[in-house]
């Protein structure tokens, strides 16, 4: 009649010895973000055109906003999935403007923030965004 018994106490003792409160994905430090910036300022004269892109203090590492089209913008942490807290760990948007890169582990995103290639597994973090008139609001919250 024990074993029934034993073989319960085993199954939840491997239970609990596998959750160790790990999160599932990157482990990119939690920081609070509630930016706002002018899509139209004249600090950021590439958020005017699709596929336009701007840095932006905030986040953990900075974030990075990009435009799809007028009524869409994405918003990224710069942190690297990859290694998010080594110090030359930080997503920019390639010169050839088709991709997002990270040079120190060479992990490589496309402009929606999706694995393309590189050592990374998880997608770039991203944040909500609402445009409300020319402000772009980035939370998340």
């Not at 482990?27 to 930016?35: A, K, L, N, S, T």
């Not at 892109?53 to 942190?79: D, H, M, S, T």
């Not at 088709?98 to 496309?110: A, E, K, R």
Request: aromatic share 10%; charged share 15%; net charge negative.
């Amino acid at each position: 009649m024990s074993k029934p018994w034993a073989l319960f106490v085993l199954l939840l003792l491997l239970a609990t010895a596998c959750s160790d409160g790990n999160r599932v994905g990157p482990h990119i430090p939690d920081v609070i973000v509630d930016e706002q910036l002018n899509v139209n300022s004249q600090l950021f004269p590439t958020l005017r055109q699709d596929g336009g892109y701007a840095y932006i203090p905030g986040g953990y590492k900075g974030i990075l906003v990009v435009r799809q089209n007028a009524g869409q913008y994405y918003a990224f942490e710069r942190a690297c999935p990859y290694d998010p807290t080594a110090a030359c760990s930080k997503v920019e948007v390639d010169p050839s403007n088709l991709f997002i890169v990270d040079d120190c582990c060479g992990s490589q995103f496309n402009l929606q923030g999706e694995v393309t290639g590189g050592p990374a597994v998880y997608g770039l973090r991203q944040y909500q965004t609402a445009l409300m008139g020319s402000v772009l609001y980035i939370t998340n919250q």
